[in-house]
């Protein structure tokens, strides 16, 4: 054998492998053995078994909770049904009739359900039931498919009304029962079962016919379970047991039942019974027993996943352990559980319709428990291998790594090195012989350990060096000859003083430095200079520094290059700080331009549609006015142009109206009043108002009035109805015809004293808004750039006046919408609530002209006081047609004037203009109350176009008495006339 071969024999494996080798064999035995216990144990297919078992449990229990539910209702219908036919048969025997006088005498109806209607709310009462109801056969007498009856119906089964039936509603039944009873009706309600419809009516069909064919069986046999069905279109579906009413001689007069929501079934049928959402229960019935049972309610999201549509279960698929398997449309395996529900006794005709519960779960939860056996036996052989991976890892590295450091220190030892460090092993052996090794390396290179020490203590980015006058020599640190690139021996520290200068020479490219011969002396004060040079293709900066020391001279060259780097960038950012300033400074003029540019052309806009929107209403008043005239003798025609003339006339006024209330409103001088009045019937009036507008394009309006407690407040109706026309008016204009406008309001808690929060929510099904109009909606002259918008009349001012209002009130708005679906608003408003006692302002208004003539005020002279003729021309006309005396001022002055010179009490009232020359309104107002006579108190009304809060204010304290805004308002006028004349 040769030399190299018993080298390498004697080298053998390494130190790592014969420690960690045999220690991994150990934990991989160790975790095979626990696998292989619990495969040949069989304890995986009992835990796999009894998975299954559970749900098969878990579905028994609750078919079992629902059979017993369902049967416990059903004998409770039944006897309450027997009852019900007993009582029946004894009115019909009271009134010496048969069952067959229901289809001849409506009255004979209308009186058994009278009577039977308590007893049929008593039974949902205490059968916990929705719905209870008594549907009576009558032939054709109410129509083919009409039938007599009452449905009454308590959505929470569970929760009762402690105060009568409040909570009870009738879905279908006589208005006069409703009432004696103290239910209300269903917002779907109907007097009579129309089945002319395509709802399901098995519920009363099949017992009718049933109990026609079998006659002789027991009636609580002939009681029938129906699936979900409703009796009209938008009602809830409810769960039926009908059972037929049978007189003594046989005949089939009607059916009576009961109802469940689905809800209260699936009170029955949890949810989350295997602790996740991939489970459900299914309630399933099969009426032609055909083993395929349809899906007729069910909880849990999971059956949304099964396959197909409209899926049905069958219990005959693949079985695993007593469970059926099906698939969801993406795949995924469900185990389901099937267990019948008897809901029929031995002699029901309905023995062929089954129910079943059925039970739909991911596989994967069904079978966690095993699954989770499984894993944890994976995980334990894993982590055991693991784990005697890493201890014998870590076990060989403590013993082999410090001796390999060791190695490789000693082999990277460099000559003229003086000593090597070992770091402590945790070996004592190893420990002891690094410390050797140490020692014997401390004793070579004395000087050169020195030198070596200054410059390990030095920064690495400063370089130092020391020369000796003496020896003519240059002590170098290799950080110098780093930093600076010198070309120097590394392994010399220690060379001649002119090889030092020659280098630095070559470095020094701008001749910065100071000359080298004045350091070979005595250096008598330090010198400082700045160079730079290129280092591995780099510009760098370096600070020269040298003081003299005995002997000799010591000097130090620091690498600068950061902080020069660091200055350039100081000036750049301020450079870059300017320019983002100029930049930004940029973008807001140009943002303030775009503003400017797009309110300009809102604008623009706006005067284009106000020039069109006023000269309709214009046109249509010139255009009938010329009409009127051509045909003064045809009354009819000319009553026909008087009202479209009156209608463009009140259109013209709110077009005014917006814009005078929006320039109000930009100028800051827009208040709010405080009146007094019933917010309920204000909105009862605002929704009787609006109902024709909302009939004319087929829409539905529907007001609902919710939780209302405290209907007096004190806050400025004008504005509230303001809002409440401009929103509904803005869905009647934009919802398609036939469309539906809802309007809630309800109050909400609020704890401050006095103050209630009323919550109103407009919504519709319109033509919507997109998201990007939605952001100006509240902005002045905005309007959406839609066909369907544009064709409609408006100032697009309604909607910024609508939500000034409500900021002014201290209330909200917001909105919700989208193109296609409709639009909903919900304003919240905080008003002063007012005690009971306080009874709110109410006003009537009949027909103008007719009312005008119905009044007489003979015998009394008033003074109109108004600076346009055609205005008192036309006041003094309609005063006229009341018999009033009047007489006419052209001005303040005029007015003051004629007053003076009349005897005292000639005058009854005075309507005073506000605006006119020579002397205005106001000042001839404070004239009259000044003058030394016993009636400077007569009655002063304001008859202006001044219509605003601030001009009533200012007509009041004047000492005006009443403020009368033009057009007249022909009611206020007579109001106001009842309150202050004598006639």
């Given amino acids: 054998m040769s030399v190299e071969k018993r080298q390498r024999k004697r080298k053998g494996r390494p130190l790592l492998t014969k420690v960690m080798l045999p220690m991994v064999i150990l934990g991989v035995l160790q975790a095979v053995v626990f696998i292989a216990i619990m495969l040949i144990s069989g304890e995986m297919t009992y835990i796999e078994k009894y998975s299954s078992d559970f749900l098969i449990e878990k579905t028994s229990n609750r078919a079992f909770y629902m059979e017993n539910t369902l049967s416990q209702k059903t004998a409770l219908a039944s006897q309450e049904a027997s009852d019900i036919s007993a009582r029946i048969t004894t009115m019909l025997e009271e009134r010496g009739v048969s069952a067959k006088a229901l289809s001849a005498d409506k009255d004979v109806s209308r009186d058994i359900l009278g009577a039977v209607s308590p007893d049929l709310i008593a039974l949902m009462r205490a059968n916990v039931v929705n719905d209870a109801f008594i ?54 309600w109907a007097p009579v079962l129309d089945m002319s419809t395509d709802n399901d009516f098995d519920f009363y069909k099949v017992p009718m016919s049933t109990a026609r064919k ?85 909880s849990g999201s999971v059956f949304t996943r099964l396959q197909s549509e409209n899926p049905t279960f069958s219990d005959d698929g693949e079985n695993q352990y007593g469970l059926s398997v099906i698939y969801s449309n993406t795949g995924v395996k469900y185990l389901s559980s099937f267990r019948q529900i008897a809901l029929y006794g031995s002699n ?57 450091r060791m190695i490789k220190k000693l082999r990277e030892i460099e000559p003229g090195d003086k000593s090597v460090k070992f770091d402590s092993s945790g070996v004592a052996e190893i420990d002891e012989l690094a410390s050797s090794v140490t020692t014997l390396q401390e004793n070579t290179y004395e000087y050169a350990f020195r030198v070596s020490d200054i410059i390990n203590r030095t920064n690495s980015g400063i370089g130092i060096f020391m020369i000796d006058n003496r020896k003519k020599t240059v002590f170098a640190g290799e950080s110098l000859i780093r930093i600076t690139g010198l070309e120097l021996p590394q392994r010399d520290i220690t060379v001649p003083v002119e090889e030092f200068i020659a280098a630095l020479d070559k470095v020094d490219t701008d001749a910065r430095l100071p000359d080298m011969d004045v350091f070979i002396g005595e250096l008598m004060e330090n010198r400082i200079s700045e160079f730079r040079c290129r280092v591995n293709g780099e510009e760098r900066w370096f600070k020269f520094m040298a003081s003299g020391i005995s002997g000799g001279t010591i000097g130090v060259v620091q690498d600068i290059s950061v902080t020069v780097a660091e200055k350039a960038e100081i000036a750049r950012d301020k450079d870059d700080e300017y320019t983002e300033k100029l930049l930004q400074a940029n973008r807001a003029l140009r943002d303030a331009y775009d503003s400017a540019k797009h309110a300009n052309a809102a604008k623009t806009e706006f005067l284009s549609r106000m020039s069109h929107d006023i000269r309709t209403p214009m046109n249509a008043i010139i255009g009938m006015t010329t009409i009127a005239e051509a045909n ?133 099904n319109g033509i919507g808004m997109s998201q990007e109009f939605l952001c100006r909606i509240f902005e002045p002259f905005e309007r959406a750039s839609d066909e369907r918008v544009t064709q409609e009349q408006g100032t697009g001012l309604g909607m910024a006046i609508t939500y000034n209002i409500v900021k002014m009130m201290g209330g909200d708005i917001t909105v919700m919408s989208e193109l296609g679906k409709g639009s909903t608003f919900v304003v919240t408003l905080y008003f002063k609530t007012l ?63 004629k007053f003076v010179l009349s005897v005292p009490g000639y005058y009854s009232v005075i309507f005073m203009d506000v605006q006119m020359p020579v002397m205005d309104g106001y000042e001839a107002t404070r004239e009259i109350r000044k003058l030394d006579r016993p009636d400077n108190d007569v009655p002063i009304f304001a008859m202006t176009a001044n219509a605003f809060s601030d001009d009533i204010r200012n007509s009041l304290s004047c000492g005006m008495n009443e403020h009368l805004a033009k057009p007249i308002d022909v009611n206020r006028l007579i109001e106001v006339m009842n309150k202050w004349v004598k006639k």
């Avoid at 929470?156 to 279908?172: F, K, P, Q, R, V």
């Avoid at 007069?253 to 489970?279: A, C, H, R, W």
């Avoid at 779960?361 to 095993?370: A, D, G, K, L, N």
Wanted: a negative charge.
């Fill in 835 to 897: 005690d009971e006692k306080t009874q709110p302002v109410r006003h009537s208004g009949t027909d103008d002209a007719a009312t005008l003539k119905r009044t007489d005020f003979s015998g009394v002279r008033v003074l109109l006081v108004d600076d346009n003729e055609l205005n008192r021309e036309i006041v003094a006309e309609l005063f006229g047609m009341t018999k009033l005396t009047v007489d006419q001022a052209v001005n303040g002055k005029d007015a003051v004037d």
């Fill in 135 to 188: 549907i009576l056969e009558t032939g054709d007498l109410y129509g083919e498919n009409v039938r007599p009856g009452v449905y009454f119906r308590d959505t929470d089964a569970y929760e009762n009304s402690e105060t009568g039936y409040a909570d009870i509603s009738m879905e279908m039944g006589s208005v006069d029962i409703a009432h004696s009873i103290g239910a209300a009706l269903d917002y779907e």
């Fill in 632 to 764: 003064i003798d045809d009354t009819a025609k000319v009553s026909d142009c008087l009202e479209k003339i009156s209608g463009s006339g009140q259109y013209l006024l709110s077009l005014i109206n917006e814009v005078l209330d929006m320039s109000r409103i930009e100028s800051g001088g827009f208040t709010l009043a405080e009146d007094h009045f019933n917010i309920s019937d204000m909105l009862d009036s605002l929704a009787e108002m609006i109902t024709p507008s909302a009939k004319a394009k087929g829409h539905r309006l529907i007001y609902r009035n919710h939780d209302i407690q405290h209907a007096n407040v004190s806050a400025d109706k004008l504005r509230l109805q303001q809002i409440f026309m401009n929103i509904v008016g803005n869905s009647i204009k934009y919802t398609n015809p036939g469309g539906m406008i809802t309007v809630d309001v309800t109050e909400r808690e609020f704890n401050k004293k006095n103050i209630a929060c009323y919550v109103f929510t407009f919504s519709d």
């Fill in 348 to 404: 029901s005709p309905y023995c062929d319709q089954k129910w079943a519960m059925i039970s739909a779960v991911r596989e994967s939860t069904v079978m966690s428990i095993y699954h989770f056996m499984f894993k944890l036996a994976v995980i334990i052989f894993a982590v055991t291998l693991v784990i005697s991976v890493v201890f014998a890892f870590v076990t060989s590295r403590v013993l082999s790594v410090p001796v390999t």
């Fill in 214 to 298: 079998y006659g002789s069986t027991s009636s609580k046999d002939l009681g029938y379970w129906s699936v979900f069905s409703k009796i009209s279109h938008f009602s809830q579906p409810s769960l039926k047991y009908s059972v037929p009413l049978v007189s003594a001689s046989g005949d089939v007069y009607g059916v009576m039942g009961i109802g469940l929501l689905e809800k209260t079934i699936l009170d029955s049928i949890p949810q989350l019974d295997f602790y996740n959402e991939n489970s459900c229960y299914i309630l399933g019935v099969d009426n032609d027993g055909s083993g395929e049972y349809i899906p007729i309610s069910h």
